[in-house]
């Protein structure tokens, strides 16, 4: 019956794919819009002909089993893998993302599984690592006055408990750490901020903690893309969910129209 349940939902997908994203975004364009991707890593195929969208201001849940290809796609879209085929496109215009800078550049932030802090470094420098703020001027010095204000008014928007911008990364808590990743997109104006695993390993109560920002992201009218095996994280906080199995979609769903149990029963048959 489970194995019945999957296939139901990937044809049901597969009809009613075109007209229903016209109806999600109101007849707009979406923000992102890949068809069509594969990727090999040699003989491996790891993605199989995705098609994925994301409104503007939209949650979107990318869930599935270890091995699914979430983060395989996070990363295509965040510029630190490249597809092997397939095309992607920007608010309506085709482009290619080489890089995680060309990603930044088109309004795309990732907070990858290995969270890409510098743990000997403070607050301050990792919101900024990479694009530290300087002062006017031939020499165009760093402005480390202004970057310790800009890092401790973007944390503490968030709600971080961070005593300050100074600190030391590595005496963050788990869920700080989220949030200091959280707020380096915020500040640099992404439009798209995917977030690969944010919950991995962390207590409950540091969870709830992670889904507020997600929240906040969404209030401050930017869209999110929630990867995570667990359906419990992503449910409460996704306006969409998409399961991925062994490289392909097999379902694309509105939360509203389902559930977390319907969910993994289509997870759970599509992996046999």
Known sequence: M??????????????????????????????LRME????????????????FEVQSNEVVGLVGDNGAGKSTL??????????SKGRIFVKGKEVEIPSVKAARELGIETVFQEQALVDAMSVAKNIFLGRELRRPGLI?????????????????????????????????SGGERQGVAIARAMYFKAELVILDEPTRGLAVYVVQKVLDFVRQL?????????????????????DRIVVLSKGEEVADIRKDETSVEKLEQIIISSGK
């Open 2 to 31: 489970h194995h019945l349940e999957a296939k139901r939902a990937k044809e049901i997908n597969r009809r009613r794919k075109p007209s229903y994203f016209w109806l999600i975004g109101g007849g707009k364009t979406p923000f």
């Open 218 to 238: 969404k209030d401050s009218g930017v869209s999110v893309i929630l990867i995570s095996p667990n359906l419990y994280h992503v449910y409460p906080v996704a």
């Open 74 to 83: 996070a990363k295509i879209i965040g510029g630190a893998v490249q597809k």
């Open 140 to 172: 165009k010095l760093l402005d480390i006055k202004r970057m310790r204000m800009e890092a401790e008014g973007i944390t503490k928007s968030l709600g971080l408990n961070i005593a300050s911008p100074d600190q030391e990364v590595r005496f963050c």
């Open 36 to 51: 069509d991707i594969h990727k090999f890593y040699g003989s491996v195929h790891a993605l199989k002909g995705v098609d």
